[in-house]
């Protein structure tokens, strides 16, 4: 039985984007949001608008109190783009060693 995760991964690119015209449509400056989060440079900013990094989840909360929307309207997913991963494999070769010890300890207890 094999079973697959997937997950969608989030857009930095696109959810930088996102974020500058949110924040500019609402009439922000990056000096102003630097200010209401008490950040000690701006660069942050600049690096969550280019999309090079994500705001924190604090950040996040409190950007999205100041703009009245929830958090994750703020966020874009990567569109079709999904990491899979296996550990049907991984999972079944863990639990036979694990069956194996045990049968084994087992059988040094009976022998």
Same mark, same amino acid.
């Given at each position: 039985?094999?079973?697959?995760?997937?997950?969608?991964?989030?857009?930095?690119?696109?959810?930088?984007?996102?974020?500058?015209?949110?924040?500019?449509? /609402?009439?922000?400056?990056?000096?102003?949001?630097?200010?209401?989060?008490?950040?000690?440079? $701006?660069?942050?900013?600049?690096?969550?608008?280019?999309?090079?990094?994500?705001?924190?989840?604090?950040?996040?909360?409190?950007?999205?109190?100041?703009?009245?929307?929830?958090?994750?309207?703020?966020?874009?997913?990567?569109?079709?783009?999904?990491?899979?991963?296996?550990? /049907?494999?991984?999972?079944?070769?863990?639990?036979?060693?694990?069956?194996? /010890?045990?049968?084994?300890?087992?059988?040094?207890? $009976? /022998?």
């Amino acid at each position: 039985m094999t079973r697959k995760h997937t997950y969608p991964n989030i857009d930095l690119q696109r959810t930088g984007n996102k974020l500058k015209q949110m924040l500019e449509s /609402a009439g922000y400056t990056p000096r102003m949001i630097q200010d209401y989060l008490h950040l000690s440079c $701006v660069q942050p900013i600049y690096r969550w608008y280019k999309g090079i990094i994500l705001p924190s989840v604090d950040h996040l909360f409190m950007l999205s109190e100041l703009l009245g929307v929830h958090m994750e309207e703020m966020l874009v997913k990567k569109s079709a783009e999904f990491f899979t991963y296996d550990i /049907a494999q991984e999972d079944l070769h863990a639990t036979q060693r694990r069956i194996i /010890a045990y049968y084994k300890t087992i059988y040094q207890l $009976v /022998a």
